[in-house]
């Protein structure tokens, strides 16, 4: 999954790809790259970032959205598809009514007591992150006795009420929420026990790309409570993303969600190539 942010803040990529010209272009440079799913966001989510208005949501999605379907309809890409992140449930209709097929709801459905009526109403596939709050008050609610315990059983809950109202169990993909209501240390934690999330018996999307966390390993001295982490570029960045990627290849995952999709592909290739190496080895004894 190949981020798209039209957005003036995103922690990374802020004010790059805000208008539908060089969305386009990156989405472009991310389908060459690899990317299955192009993920459309129009609000960023980043340690600290004020909400905006769904309108405004809507001014900056919408006319990406309607090119980027446009073009894929022109050049016959059926095996590119369309994600909307968002928290927004009338966000969400829309870009589904013009032709995304996966709702990316960070909030997992608790933003917008709406957002699963949607997903049921249009049989969108929905991604449900774990998150306990908005990006303004998030870094404070990060109490936890057990930490990947408690992830998995919060979003079972939230799994719970999509299936409540009506959303199919086979449209359900859940997310660990790195970066949300986790510090450092936290995150790395969950990231080595992702194996809780099987339990849930669902695919599992993985979204650690550019994160402080990521950052924080390249930099031991890094301040946790710096949000931008600035000293640590984002091409060591997608270096340290394609490295956790290759690893967490050992598990099994729907997806990852990164920036550099051509990085994160490099990886996997390797990976492959070892693993086929391994394979044939294995065939011959």
């Known amino acids: 999954m190949g981020v798209l942010n039209v957005t003036p803040d995103s922690f990374s990529d802020g004010g790059e790809y805000d208008s539908v010209a060089a969305a386009l272009d990156h989405a472009r440079v991310l389908i060459i790259g690899g990317a299955n799913i192009i993920d459309i966001g129009g609000e960023s989510t980043r340690p600290g970032a004020p909400r905006v208005a769904p309108e405004v949501e809507l001014s900056r999605v919408m006319p990406v959205i309607d090119a980027l379907v446009a073009e894929l309809a022109a050049t016959n890409r059926r095996d590119i598809r369309l994600s909307i992140d968002t928290m927004n449930a009338t966000t969400a209709l829309a870009a589904v009514s013009a032709g995304v097929q996966i709702i990316n709801d960070v909030s997992g459905g608790l933003a917008d007591s709406k957002m699963f009526a949607v997903a ?3 049989g969108a596939e929905i991604v449900i992150s774990h998150w306990r709050g908005f ?3 998030m870094d404070q609610l990060n109490t936890y006795l057990d930490l990947a ?7 079972k809950l939230r799994i719970n009420a999509a299936v409540a109202a009506g959303v199919a169990r ?3 993909i859940v997310d660990p929420g ?5 510090d450092m240390g936290q995150n ?3 990231v080595a026990r992702l194996d809780e999330l099987d339990k849930l018996e669902l695919p599992v999307l993985v979204g650690a790309s550019r ?4 950052a924080g390993a390249l930099d031991a001295d890094l301040d946790s409570a710096d949000s931008s982490s600035g000293q640590i570029n984002n091409g060591r960045r997608d270096l340290a993303t394609a490295v956790l990627t290759a690893l967490l290849l050992q598990r099994k995952l729907w997806g990852v969600r ?5 990085a994160t592909n490099d990886a996997i290739a390797i990976v492959e190539a070892l693993r086929f190496a391994e394979d044939g080895k294995s065939g011959q004894s």
């Open 120 to 122: 049921s109403a249009t």
């Open 135 to 137: 990006s303004s008050g």
């Open 149 to 155: 315990s408690e992830v998995a059983a919060e979003l």
């Open 170 to 172: 086979n449209k359900i």
């Open 178 to 182: 790195l970066g949300f209501a986790k």
């Open 188 to 190: 790395w934690e969950l």
């Open 211 to 214: 994160k402080r966390f990521i």
């Open 258 to 262: 990164v920036h550099n999709v051509i």
